[in-house]
């Protein structure tokens, strides 16, 4: 098998910032303890009406492209994850695959909620390692702040927009990516929920507008934080096994950033320090698939990640989606 090898990482945030305390003035019913103490979340990024989430992955992925060495015309093809594409049909990948001039590339969403990266580079882990492709962009975006209903204090603190990209290539140099591991359940897909917009209510009509059905709901959002726990602990077991290391020998643990109280209980739980969580919550909240792929490239980019070390990206999310990669920087 060819050894898979990650070139390059990328990421990029709107500029605009929506701190707790607009929260509050915006009339919600909430404060910026409640929301740092119960989340550790403390801003957000958000996207300008005019930005789509092609605008944002484009961002991501020229910053990707340019640190891979790689030409958007030699990608072989295009991962976008997303569950917020600027359309249903065309994909945002294929919006992103026009913005990059990219023809050669072949272009496909992947669907797959907080997870939706990990799912992105094991499906390019499957190509580069068969020979079937030779350079694989992946890329995370999303603008989260439009699905959320403004008003329901449970929903509408978590969220936030942005990209994150990683260039993979069959090739020696670069970064190796040791493992993908990913797993679905639908049976249990109803605590993270956007029923609008979909064939079970087509066509978007006044009434489901009105009804809120095009909102992303969290239903029992208390029983999917600790189901999230369950299974980034069992992710992280499932990485380190699989490549015949212990928990401990991991250096750095960059999880999809849902909440910090979620790494909390990862740590005690695996009895491993928080220093090694790359955290990022704080400053960006969820950004659903985006949030680890941002996460990666910041730490890289600040210099947490050196060469050699362990990196473990653990994900869950809705769908429910959960799963791992893990990377020799
Ligand atoms: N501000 C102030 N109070 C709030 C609030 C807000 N933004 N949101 C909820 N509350 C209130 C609730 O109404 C409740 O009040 P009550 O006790 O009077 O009924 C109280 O705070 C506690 O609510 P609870 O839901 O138990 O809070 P929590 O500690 O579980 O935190 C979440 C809520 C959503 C932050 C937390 O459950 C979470 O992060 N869950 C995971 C969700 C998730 O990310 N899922 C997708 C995985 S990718």
């Known amino acids: 098998?060819?050894?898979?090898?990650?070139?390059?990482?990328?990421?990029?945030?709107?500029?605009?910032?929506?701190?707790?305390?607009?929260?509050?003035?915006?009339g919600l019913d909430t404060s910026d303890e409640w929301i740092i103490q119960r989340t550790g979340?403390?801003?957000?990024?958000?996207?300008?009406?005019?930005?789509?989430?092609?605008?944002?992955?484009?961002?991501?992925?020229?910053?990707?492209?340019?640190?891979?060495?790689?030409?958007?015309?030699?990608?072989?093809?295009?991962?976008?994850?997303?569950?917020?594409?600027?359309?249903?049909?065309?994909?945002?990948?294929?919006?992103?695959?026009?913005?990059?001039d990219a023809p050669k590339a072949v272009s496909f969403d992947v669907t797959a909620a907080c997870s939706g990266f990990i799912f992105g580079l094991d499906v390019a882990e499957k190509y580069?390692?068969?020979?079937?492709?030779?350079?694989?962009?992946?890329?995370?975006?999303e603008v989260m702040t439009r699905t959320v209903n403004w008003k329901d204090?449970?929903?509408c603190i978590l969220w936030g927009d942005g990209a994150g990209a990683a260039v993979l290539a069959a090739e020696k140099n670069g970064h190796a990516l040791l493992s993908?591991?990913?797993?679905?359940?639908g049976a249990r897909g109803q605590h993270l929920l956007m029923p609008g917009g979909g064939s079970k209510t087509t066509p978007i009509s006044h009434e489901s507008v009105h009804e809120g059905r095009h909102y992303l709901n969290m239903i029992e959002a208390n029983l999917s934080f600790r189901v999230a726990v369950r299974?980034?602990?069992?992710?992280?077991?499932?990485?380190?096994?699989?490549?015949g290391v212990s928990v401990s020998d991991i250096d750095w643990l960059i999880p999809h950033q849902a909440n910090i109280r979620m790494f909390h209980s990862i740590a005690r739980s695996l009895e491993i320090s928080?220093?090694?969580?790359?955290?990022t919550i704080h400053k960006y909240g969820n950004i659903s698939s985006a949030s680890c792929a941002i996460a990666l490239d910041e730490a890289v980019r600040d210099g947490s990640i050196n060469d050699g070390q362990?990196?473990?990206?653990?994900?869950?999310?809705?769908?429910?989606?959960?799963?791992?990669?893990?990377?020799?920087w």
Not at 1 to 14: D, R
Not at 274 to 279: A, D, G, L
């Open 128 to 141: 580069l390692s068969s020979g079937a492709a030779q350079n694989i962009l992946v890329v995370a975006a």
């Open 180 to 185: 993908t591991h990913v797993h679905t359940d």
């Open 41 to 100: 979340i403390r801003e957000r990024r958000i996207a300008d009406p005019d930005v789509a989430t092609s605008d944002l992955a484009y961002e991501a992925s020229v910053r990707a492209l340019d640190r891979a060495g790689i030409n958007a015309s030699d990608l072989d093809m295009i991962v976008m994850a997303t569950i917020t594409p600027d359309t249903c049909c065309p994909s945002g990948a294929n919006w992103l695959q026009a913005k990059l």
């Open 1 to 26: 098998m060819v050894s898979v090898n990650i070139l390059g990482t990328g990421s990029y945030v709107p500029p605009k910032i929506l701190y707790n305390r607009d929260l509050e003035a915006m």
């Open 274 to 279: 928080m220093e090694k969580f790359y955290v």
């Open 310 to 328: 362990l990196v473990c990206l653990p994900v869950f999310g809705g769908g429910l989606t959960w799963g791992s990669a893990m990377i020799r």
């Open 153 to 155: 204090r449970n929903t």
């Open 231 to 243: 299974h980034f602990i069992e992710s992280i077991k499932e990485a380190a096994a699989h490549n």
